[in-house]
């Protein structure tokens, strides 16, 4: 399978602690995006790479919320001291360099979060 | 700002009939449009996308969206429905103008087929 990868696919862990989630993009694309999704909503924007270099930042990443994407491949979402709040589906996605007909975004299955 | 309205939480439809699911957008600019499927407990499938040209674009499972410049919609469509459609399906918009690709999604409206 050659699709975006992110482990873990759950995680349940207890307010206050920390934890970090994965996102293993397809290989040839240099974008790379984190969402969140809510129940009955619809996915929001919380960050963009291109490369390793973050370039947008949503006002939703407040600052318990790094990613880092240090050689351009993987990257990685950590949520510092959780709050219930920050329960959620958090989705990764990946594209081509831009140019006409590359604007897909590809999502992988996302990692759901529960914190008690 | 960038928004888009998916107007109908849940949509119901027989198998076999024709579906439609609504998607109105606002940007700035021209857009960039996309419709996309999630099933439980997944991430979502591109399903198609506008970007400019033809305003009929076809899509994956038989799936096709109508672009609507002055109406500012884009509905998706089928002309037969399946039970293996039933899903949830977003609509997400881009604005040309913007930098970079962020998706801006809808709400999301619940497809029921019934057998």
């Known amino acids: 399978d050659t699709g975006v990868s992110q482990d873990p696919r759950h995680k349940i862990t207890k307010r206050g602690q920390n934890v970090t989630f994965r996102c293993d993009p397809i290989?040839?694309?240099?974008?790379l995006y984190w969402y969140r999704q809510t129940l009955g909503q619809g996915p929001e924007f919380l960050t963009y790479f291109q490369n390793e270099a973050q370039l947008e930042k949503s006002r939703l990443l407040s600052d318990r919320f790094s990613a880092e994407r240090p050689k351009g491949s993987f990257s990685t979402l950590e949520i510092q001291r959780t709050e219930q709040g920050d329960s959620a589906m958090y989705l990764c996605?990946?594209?081509?360099?831009?140019?006409?007909?590359?604007?897909?975004?590809?999502f992988g299955p996302g990692t759901r979060l529960l914190v008690l | 700002a960038q928004s888009v309205a998916q107007p109908e939480d849940q949509v119901n439809v027989a198998e076999g009939n024709p579906l439609t699911v609504k998607c109105t957008y606002s940007v700035s600019g021209n857009p960039y449009l996309f419709w996309y499927v999630q099933y439980p407990n997944r991430g979502l499938q591109f399903l198609l996308k506008y970007i400019t040209g033809d305003n009929l674009v076809k899509g994956s499972y038989g799936f096709e969206a109508e672009f609507n410049k002055s109406q500012t919609s884009f509905h998706l469509k089928k002309p037969s429905a399946l039970v293996s459609d039933s899903a949830l399906y977003f609509c997400a918009v881009r604005d040309r103008s913007g930098g970079y690709n962020k998706l801006i999604f809808g709400a999301g409206t619940r497809l029921a087929v019934h057998p």
């Open positions: 290989s040839e694309h240099n974008r």
């Open positions: 996605a990946s594209s081509l360099p831009f140019s006409v007909g590359e604007e897909t975004q590809y």
